[in-house]
């Protein structure tokens, strides 16, 4: 069964700091992984989609990589702003299609 | 991208009664639909898996005459609460799929989520 892990649990910087958020999964047998934003009471908004043949995606400020041997895909976020405090979710997509995630990122950000 | 449309956004029903939610693909097919459970600073549970015009595979601990859901065409499924109780209070969240879709065939897309709150 799928498990995904991501470190830090919370996290909370300055504005302008560059950050990275760390997704680990325990099968590497994956079709694709998801970044997701979700604001507190609300849904989930995509940010990222990367292939399982792709090393990394880019978004603005969001770069996004994936190393599937490995089981890792990290999130870096360039100069934060207080705008981007939220939680944020990995999501893997295996042979099952269902999408797991992880228990998610919360970013604090602050002024 | 594909776009899932949830509704309601929010609801407050008294305990002992039965809610509805709806998903809807708007723009394609979804062959495939999930339902997720989010806890409180918890990420989210996949409740069960429904396949158009078959039954839904739930997920061990989820009880299927509880949470009964539907997938009876191509672009709906609903989840419903049946005799809610306050325990059932939590954020619900849907999430379709197709194996039709050219180029985006691995992508899941997700509705913007029914917090449920049960008096």
């Known amino acids: 069964k799928q498990e995904v892990t991501q470190i830090p649990a919370a996290l909370s910087v300055p504005e302008g700091e560059n950050l990275v958020l760390n997704c680990s999964f325990t099968?590497?047998?994956?079709?694709?992984l998801q970044w997701f934003r979700q604001d507190p009471g609300k849904g989930l908004t995509s940010l990222l989609l990367?292939?399982?043949?792709?090393r990394e995606q880019t978004s603005g400020r969001l770069n996004a990589s994936l190393d599937k041997s490995s089981g890792r895909s990290t999130l870096y976020i360039a100069a934060s702003q207080p705008g981007d405090s939220a939680t944020y979710l990995c999501?893997?997509?295996?042979?099952?299609?269902?999408?797991?995630f992880g228990r998610g990122t919360s970013l604090i950000v602050h002024p | 991208g594909a776009v899932v449309s949830q509704h309601p956004s929010w609801v407050i029903c008294k305990s002992g009664t039965s809610v509805k939610i709806e998903c809807r693909s708007l723009?394609?097919?979804?062959?495939?639909m999930f339902w997720y459970r989010q806890f409180p600073k918890k990420s989210l549970m996949l409740m069960a898996t429904s396949n158009e015009g078959s039954k839904a595979t739930y997920e061990q601990g989820v009880e299927k005459d509880k949470f009964l859901i539907n997938h009876a065409s191509l672009t709906l499924s609903t989840l419903t609460v049946t005799s809610a109780h306050p325990e059932d209070s939590s954020f619900y969240i849907c999430?379709?799929?197709?194996?039709?879709?050219?180029?985006?065939?691995?992508?899941?897309?997700f509705g913007q989520g029914t917090r449920l709150t049960v008096v």
């Open positions: 999430s379709a799929t197709s194996i039709q879709l050219k180029g985006m065939n691995t992508e899941a897309f």
């Open positions: 990367i292939q399982s043949s792709q």
């Open positions: 999501a893997v997509r295996g042979g099952s299609y269902i999408p797991t």
């Open positions: 723009d394609f097919q979804a062959t495939t």
């Open positions: 099968d590497s047998a994956i079709y694709n």
